[in-house]
């Protein structure tokens, strides 16, 4: 069935990189939504009303608010298509991540209400009627709530939609909260206990814990997350391949929207190479980055002495007196200036987040004091970098 509305309704379907066509992923999801919804909704709020349940009456309400989160959703990919322009030079796409927020302060907020009247309804119960009816309609929108999850994670998942995810996240919940409903409804019919408004309240938990966490999801991405390794290997893994590269470090990436990815790194090749034989490998690497990830990336060179071995020595000795301070730390861009009185030994230290051991001011002294015992003519010259990324130490066949 998904696979038939995609064909019907996404023209250009495997272009998924394409704002147009996320767009139309959008719309289908959007409208699919308010269609499925709205239906549930009024099924439910007939049978809720006649059977005098404020939980189905509550659960109809909740649909009701999916069809407005679906119109909003649509709203925010339209957003989200519009090109670069001059006030938005990296786009529009992180719109989709707003709009998603404001869906989640939406279902919060009906949460609240929805366990509000499910507390007066326990201070004063009233009696519901439990029927066939009231079964069937049930029965059916968990059976369309399921499939609505299917069809919004499988879209997606082929578009990488933080929104049409959290929709179906969504739609989850609105089926265990269906079955909550549907369970005290029968208790009910058959014990005379009035379990109605508990059930609601267990709704609203739902609703509310729903809410909250689509919220907390796409404001993660909003602050700047760490990208995943995944992302982080293919950058490395790309780079590495091109003859020339020594060594990879200092790379940041940057999230603009699903799919919108823009990265720095530093590059190091041989200081005696040709200048513009590096360049052209520079340009090559930016270029086919984009073409074939789509991540716009920006690259700064940097030249090492990889045929000097004393330099070579001495930066082996260096690393081993880092990695004695503390083994996740690790260095680059070193470099050697000798003096007839003084060596001065400039280089960078990477300093994760979990070496919470040392401040960066902690971290030179006690480095300066190790190698100053080694030599004493050694001066050091030390940088602190952080951690932008996930640690690759680990990732097989990388340069770092």
């Known amino acids: 069935m998904t696979d038939l509305l995609i064909r019907l309704f996404v023209k250009d379907r495997e272009n998924v990189q394409s704002p147009v066509v996320r767009s139309k992923y959008g719309f289908l999801s959007s409208v699919t939504g308010i269609v499925v919804n709205l239906l549930l909704s009024m099924s439910k709020l007939a049978v809720g009303l006649l059977s005098n349940s404020v939980s189905i009456v509550a659960d109809a309400i909740n649909n009701l608010s999916d069809a407005g989160s679906s119109i909003i959703s649509f709203v925010g990919f339209k957003m989200a298509s519009r090109p670069a322009d001059k006030e938005h030079p990296f786009g529009h796409a992180r719109v989709e991540y707003i709009t998603t927020i404001i869906v989640a302060v939406l279902i919060l907020f009906l949460g609240v209400e929805l366990g509000k009247s499910s507390v007066e309804k326990i201070i004063n119960p009233v009696d519901s009627e439990f029927g066939w009816a009231v079964a069937i309609v049930l029965v059916l929108s968990i059976l369309g709530k399921l499939w609505l999850y299917f069809f919004n994670r499988k879209l997606g998942k082929i578009i990488d939609s933080q929104m049409m995810m959290a929709t179906a996240a969504d739609s989850i919940s609105d089926v265990l909260s269906t079955t909550a409903v549907l369970v005290a409804s029968i208790i009910s019919a058959f014990t005379g206990l009035n379990l109605d408004g508990y059930m609601g309240i267990l709704v609203a938990i739902f609703i509310c814990k729903a809410g909250i966490g689509i919220a907390l999801e796409n404001m993660r991405v909003l602050l700047g997350e760490a990208p995943d390794r995944e992302l982080i290997r293919v950058i490395y893994e790309h780079i590495a391949g091109y003859d020339g590269v020594k060594g990879i470090h200092d790379l940041m990436v940057h999230n603009y929207g699903p799919n919108m990815w823009f990265a720095s790194v530093h590059v190091e090749v041989s200081a005696n190479s040709d200048i513009l034989q590096a360049h052209d490998t520079i340009d090559n690497i930016e270029r086919d980055m984009w073409e074939e990830h789509n991540i716009r990336l920006v690259i700064h060179m940097d ?98």
């Open 303 to 400: 030249p090492i002495e990889d045929d000097n071995q004393f330099v070579r020595s001495t930066k082996v000795l260096v690393n081993t007196v880092v990695k004695g301070v503390d083994e996740r730390l690790s260095i680059h861009d070193f470099r050697m200036v000798v003096g007839p009185t003084h060596t001065n030994l400039i280089f960078d230290v990477l300093h994760p987040y979990d070496v919470e051991k040392y401040t960066p001011d902690m971290l030179k002294v006690e480095i300066t004091k190790r190698i100053k015992e080694i030599n004493p003519k050694y001066m050091t010259v030390i940088t602190v970098d952080r951690e932008f990324v996930p640690d690759i130490a680990d990732m097989p066949g990388l340069k770092k």
